[in-house]
């Protein structure tokens, strides 16, 4: 069920220039006591049969409101030429405005240009048709009871369609190779091998230059890394050598013959250490 939702709504006074009054007994009436709650403290009637009050306004719903009293009478109203009602504002007493007449679904969903038109019907009295205001509100239609979305509409269908279509792609999907599963393996697989290039490259960089050579028949046959660039000197000459680098201290060789000794002399104490640990609505 849709409701209409009032975007502009506007009051016309009896005195609004949008309003053409056409016969010689339409009569102005201002500072009309305060009892009878006019709007702006004034209205406009007329007792002259035929005399028109005719409205142009834009919007698609209206209202008429009007004065009551004894000397009042049946008033038509027509909208575009077309008839619409007859309003009668009769009373036994004077009194206050009330709401006459309204549009309610008669102008349409969508505001236009109207044509209101109020006639004087009787010839005598009780005769008199009083305006006091208009009321003017441009709306537009919302809301609904959202059956074609809810029921038949594309909610319904659309929900069944799409549940076919996903059975179908979960039973073609189950009938074929776990993609996921190989997809897994092989990134594992690959990830092993990086590590294992990676492992064999860092040992390559960490290991010496020549491989310790193993000596079979000696101590515990293990055998001791040699430099392969020095030539290898029996105990009896290593002896000797050492002898006579004691005797010149000057020289770090034996005799011309004689490679350099291999035993390598103690470093000069560092003081890295401390520098390091005295660095400074």
């Known amino acids: 069920m849709s409701y209409a939702q009032v975007i502009t709504s506007t ?3 009896d005195t609004s220039t949008n309003i053409t009054y056409t016969g010689s007994g339409w009569t102005y009436h201002t500072n009309v006591e305060s009892i009878f709650h006019l709007y702006n403290n004034s209205d406009t009637f007329s007792g002259i049969q035929g005399d028109t009050a005719t409205l142009r306004f834009y919007g698609n719903y209206i209202e008429y409101w009007g004065n009551q009293g004894p000397w009042h009478g049946p008033c038509s109203i027509t909208v575009d030429g077309v008839y619409q009602d007859t309003a009668n504002s009769y009373a036994d007493l004077d009194d206050h405005p009330i709401l006459l007449w309204k549009s309610n679904n008669t102008l ?7 044509e209101l038109v109020i006639r004087v019907l009787d010839p ?30 594309s909610s319904g269908n659309g929900g069944s369609g799409s549940s076919g279509s996903n059975s179908g792609s979960s039973s073609s999907s189950s009938g074929g190779p776990p993609i996921g599963i190989i997809a897994g393996v092989a990134g594992g697989v690959a990830g092993l091998a990086l590590l294992a290039v990676a492992f064999w490259l860092y040992s390559k960089r ?21 430099n392969g660039d ?3 000197v029996t105990p009896d000459t290593e002896k000797a050598a050492f002898i006579m680098n004691q005797n010149r201290r000057t020289s770090s060789y034996v005799t011309p013959s004689v490679p350099p000794s291999t035993i390598p002399s103690s470093p000069p104490p560092s003081s890295v250490g401390y520098s390091y640990n005295h660095a400074g609505y």
């Open 108 to 114: 349409g969903t969508e505001p236009k240009d109207h």
């Open 230 to 232: 020095l030539p290898s």
């Open 206 to 226: 960490k290991s010496p230059g020549k491989k310790a050579k193993r000596l079979s028949g000696k101590g515990n046959g293990v055998a001791p890394i040699n």
């Open 11 to 13: 009051t016309l006074d």
């Open 124 to 153: 005598s009295r009780p005769n008199v048709c009083e305006l006091d205001r208009f009321v003017v509100n441009v709306t537009t239609a919302t809301g609904g009871s959202g059956s074609g979305s809810s029921g038949n509409g």
